[in-house]
């Protein structure tokens, strides 16, 4: 017996929805770095590592919550990382010392990583393997989304003239009210008698869903690949904000708008990518993230030869760069139960994105140590480019894997 598809859809919906306010906890920084940078005279190295320990802490709790995902409630792992990850912002935005925020935005890294492994296992409990691609690229979409609505939010309070602390107090209150919803309407998976794999594995211990994930040299590639692409993501997440705002975006108010092209790209990119691996490509997910990642190679390559005064072209390309850097996530993660089951579906999420910010978490520092050397925020793009490379190189080793090993 099928899972109806109201309740599909219902339950996608509701993940959804809960999922597209979780970056108001966590793209809010980017716009908050400039004034926290000023007000507490801290080098955009330093603000590098603050980035950098939440990424660690996101990808440790991956780690952990993904397996956690698949012995406990994913229902209760959303809300209790979402209602943490408010009160870490809360008390950020109180704080005036430097290594004090480096630590409660590590922390709210950890908390942060309490949703999206449990999210993705309550879509794979109730949609089947030939309709992940599209179920997951409307999650993923949402992500993208996510950065949408944070992007705006955090523009709109800079252009009234609120202080960088509100960037961290105002924002999650949509947080707030979207994941209280999500705990009071979803459920983890369809009744007993609704059956969505034919996973025929026997219960796992802790350890046994660690070793038979980290035993899958496919998958293991796949996530190193989606390693770089986190890396070339986040150096755009992160910093194209700092890029756009400079020290003089007062006197073109209007070049910060282009920024919104970026996570507006992604939104579109994942569920465009979701939907093409399950239809064009038949279920070659591979092909399409090795497509999405070169081409992401050459767009950055542009961005670096185009002043950000030009803001047709820089809209244009930082939408383009959205779409096919971020786009290849929505087939990124139905890569998880299709290669590993469904029992093992959120280990192999957490595992994944646990590489995913690790790679990214890497790269933060490295960024902002170059921008304070090279006195030019242009030089974030050389370093994307170079990571959607890598990225496109490593997927194209896992094709020539065998399934399972």
Known sequence: MKASLKNKWTMLLLTMVCYLFFYTGRHNFGWAAPGLSAELKLSYSFVGWISFAMLIGYALGQLINGNLADKFSPRFMVIIGAYLSIATNIAISFSNNAYVILCLWGINGYFQSMAWAPGGKIISNWWNQEERGKAFGFYTMSAGLSSVITYTLSIVLLQQGYEWRMLFRLPVLF????????????????DKNVEIDNDKLPALSWFQRYKKVLGHKKFLLICISLGFESMARYGLIFWVPIHYLGANWKQQPQSVWITFFLPLGMAIGALTFGWLSDSLFKGDRILAIRIGMLTSFFLAIAMYFVAKEHFVLSALLMLSAGFFVYGPQ?????????????????????????????????????????????GSTHTIFLIVAVACLFSAMVISIAAKQNKNY
């Open 175 to 190: 947080l707030l009210v979207a994941s209280t919803l999500f705990f009071l309407f979803i459920k983890d998976k369809p």
């Open 330 to 374: 929505g087939c990124f993660w139905p890569l998880s139960p299709d290669l590993l089951g469904s029992k093992l579906t959120g280990t192999g999420i957490g595992l994944m994105n646990m590489f995913g910010y690790l790679f990214a978490a890497l790269g933060e520092p490295i960024i902002g140590k170059i921008i304070d050397v090279s």
